[in-house]
Each structure stands twice: as C-alpha cells, then as structure tokens.
C-alpha cells in the first residue's frame, strides 16, 4: 500500500511529465533506503525534472535490470547490494576507483553506454573537506575492508594521503584488505600496510601517530551500538580527526571516547552518506546538490 503523500499542495508542473529523467536504485533488499527521499527532495529543490525510484533487484534479475537503464533510456542508477560487485560485467567503462575497488554504487547512461562509479570514497573526502580537512598529505589509520572501507581506502590514497594504515580482523574480508593494500600499492604514491587488529600496541601506535582515524566497520551500528574498537580516551590525540561512518546511532560509542579525550574534530557517518549522494547527483545533473537543505530536512 503506498504512503499518502505530503508537501504538495497543489498541481506539479514541469514534474513528472513527459520529459522526466529516471534514475533508479537496483538492490535487495531495498525498500528502507533515504537515498529517494534525499535526491527527490533535491530535483524538487532545484527545478529539476528528474525523478528517483527503488527497485527490488537481485543478482538473478540483474542483467535485464542494467539492459532496461539502455532500453529505457533512463539517466542511471545507483546500485548496492547484493550488486555491487556483479553489476561490473554488464557495464561499458569504469572510474578509476572503481576498477581499484572492484565495485561500483552509480551508473551513468550517455547515449547507451554505461560508465560505472563509485562515490563512498568521494563522499569520506568531500565529508572532511566540509569540515576545512583535507585528506591530502595526512596519515590515516583506519579500521574495515569491506564495502565501506574499500572506497574509502582508494580515493583518500588517489587524493594524496601519504599513508594509510589498515587494520581488520582475519575474517572474510581479510583478502579483500590484502587486494586494497596491493591495489593502492601498484596505483598510487601512497604508502599502505594491513596489520592484524589483535595487534592492539601496534593499532594503538599507529592511532598515536596518525592524522586521522577512520573506523569504517559494523562495529558501533546498531545492533553492536555499545561496542567500540578503541575504549580507551588516552589512545587519541587532541588534534587529530576521529570519524567514524555510522550513522546510526548518530553518537557512537567511539564518538563519546574521542570526545571524552578532548577531540575537537569528530564526526559521524552522515556527512559521508550525504557527499556520496550529492556525488552521484552531480555525474547525472551535472548540479550540485543542495546538502545544506537536505541535512536540515532529513537529519
Ligand atoms: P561490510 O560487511 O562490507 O564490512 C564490515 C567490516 O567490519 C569488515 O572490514 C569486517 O572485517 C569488520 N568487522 C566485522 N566484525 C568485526 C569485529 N567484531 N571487529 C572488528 N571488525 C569487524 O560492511 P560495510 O558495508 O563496509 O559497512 C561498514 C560500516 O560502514 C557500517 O557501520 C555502515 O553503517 C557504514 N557505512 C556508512 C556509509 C556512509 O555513507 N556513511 C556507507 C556505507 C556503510
């Protein structure tokens, strides 16, 4: 049964008409994600006759799914997952970062042909640079390998930190570290290393020593929302920039040690959410979104 609709209060025009832009969401499943709410509410705040849509799409639908963005002539879509990974082969080109981190989130159709993106990493970047940080000549310590953290790895290392220090688990996503670390090694001039985070002096040397630590793993998110992989406030320096990329809750545990440690920058995962959005936004409309507008309404 669809919702009853709210904020239009009387005839739309130049909307959803005859010449309306489509841009979709292929996932699954994939009917509690903001992503419609945040760029609708952008098209409508800018004029722009574009409309976004969800589609519950799995691995097996996936082909026809991407084949339906040419057919249809639709802008693009994003994507997630079960399809972030499996949707390369169906597509034409691929961004830089997204031939590194093997995954794409955004497609844009020119005329037929489908270029994937991904926009996680841009959405890290851009998120520090909102706060006056730049990603560039900083050294990162950073904690996950998975569908977050990998983007997040590649384009800080393509945007010029000198070094990045992973550390993660040995579960499933530990050869995926071993790729991230090989990849930014072959393509990059940033210096990379993988350590096991049972190393605990090592992890909390390398935190000591850092511009930046970034946790982008499950731990913090609800339902794990009173977990935190650093407990300890003395771990952290006053200068330093702690981020992590949940955002739900918005006040992780980590946040309250850092903050309890006297860190002046700390910062959860909506900014992030939000610049990944508005990059994906701006590969389709070539505008810029208005994030101000959107945190205010949806945050
Ligand atoms: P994922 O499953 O792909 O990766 C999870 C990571 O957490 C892996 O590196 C895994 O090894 C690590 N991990 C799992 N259990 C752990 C444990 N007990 N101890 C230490 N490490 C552990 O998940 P993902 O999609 O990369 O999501 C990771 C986080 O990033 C989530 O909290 C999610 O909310 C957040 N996220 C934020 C944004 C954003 O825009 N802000 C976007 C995507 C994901």
Redesign the pocket.
């Known amino acids: 049964m669809a919702n009853k609709i709210t904020g239009i209060n009387g005839p739309i025009t130049g909307w959803l008409d005859g010449h309306t832009y489509l841009i979709g969401l292929m996932a699954y499943p994939i009917r509690h994600s903001m992503s419609p709410t945040m760029h609708n509410n952008a098209f409508a705040k800018l004029g722009l006759n574009y409309t976004y849509l969800c589609f519950e799409i799995g691995n097996d639908k996936l082909e026809k799914a991407v084949d339906a963005i040419r057919t249809l002539d639709m802008r693009g879509s994003n994507v997630s997952?079960p399809n972030k990974k499996e949707v390369i082969k169906y597509l034409d080109k691929l961004s830089p970062a997204s031939e590194m981190c093997d995954a794409v989130n955004t497609i844009v159709n020119d005329n037929g042909v489908l270029t994937g993106y991904t926009t996680?990493g841009i959405?890290?970047v851009q998120a520090l640079k909102d706060e006056g940080i730049s990603i560039k000549g900083k050294v990162m310590t950073m904690?996950?390998?998975?569908?977050?953290?990998?983007p997040i790895a590649v384009q800080s290392a393509l945007d010029g930190a000198k070094e990045i220090r992973i550390f993660?688990?040995k579960?499933?996503?530990?050869a995926?570290?071993e790729k991230n670390v090989r990849t930014i090694q072959e393509k990059t001039d940033c210096k990379v290393s993988l350590t096991e985070?049972s190393d605990q002096d090592a992890f909390k040397n390398s935190i000591a020593e850092s511009d930046i630590y970034c946790d982008?793993?499950?731990?913090?998110?609800k339902p794990?929302e009173d977990?935190t992989?650093v407990s300890d406030p003395s771990w952290f320096h006053k200068d330093m920039v702690v981020f992590?990329?949940?955002?739900?809750p918005r006040t992780t545990k980590l946040m309250k040690v850092a903050q309890e440690a006297g860190v002046e920058h700390v910062y959860?995962?909506?900014?992030?959410?939000i610049d990944?959005g508005a990059a994906s936004f701006k590969l389709w409309t070539g505008k810029d979104m208005p994030t101000d507008y959107i945190r205010e309404i949806m945050f």
């Open positions: 997952m996680d959405g890290f904690t996950g390998a998975g569908g977050a953290a990998t993660n688990i579960d499933d996503k530990w995926q570290a985070l982008a793993t499950s731990i913090g998110m794990l977990k992989l992590d990329t949940v955002y739900s959860d995962g909506i900014g992030m959410m990944q």
